[in-house]
């Protein structure tokens, strides 16, 4: 069974920075795709991006285009995402996922404010 943690969530000043991990058990992370998504409050919820298997490659949706950088450590088999140059609009609950086992970790809050 694949399971996800997320976590590094919290609060945060518009430009500040925050670093969430994605925590992988039961298969390798360098096998699999890996997605993150966010929700805000009363919104749907929204794709981020995806690191793709082996290489590693990322696609990023329109939100996170040049702020936001997914990365992998395979040794850790942990995934993260780094979020640069935060934005009160940032503010939402961030998932990762894993498609093929439609797993995903039960979220972590990001709350972006002055």
């Known amino acids: 069974q694949v399971q996800l943690v997320e976590s590094g969530g919290g609060s945060a000043q518009p430009g500040e920075s925050l670093r969430l991990s994605c925590a992988v058990s039961g298969f390798a992370l360098r096998s699999l795709v890996l997605k993150w998504f966010r929700q805000a409050p009363g919104k749907e919820r929204e794709w981020v991006g995806t690191?793709?298997?082996?290489?590693?490659?990322?696609n990023y949706g329109d939100s996170g285009k040049g702020r936001f950088t997914i990365s992998r450590d395979n040794a850790k088999n942990t995934a993260y995402l780094q979020m640069n140059n935060l934005k009160p609009e940032d503010t939402a609950v961030y998932y990762c996922?894993?498609?093929?086992?439609?797993?995903w970790g039960q979220g972590t809050q990001v709350l972006v404010s002055s």
């Open positions: 690191m793709n298997y082996g290489s590693g490659t990322v």
């Open positions: 996922n894993a498609p093929v086992f439609n797993s």
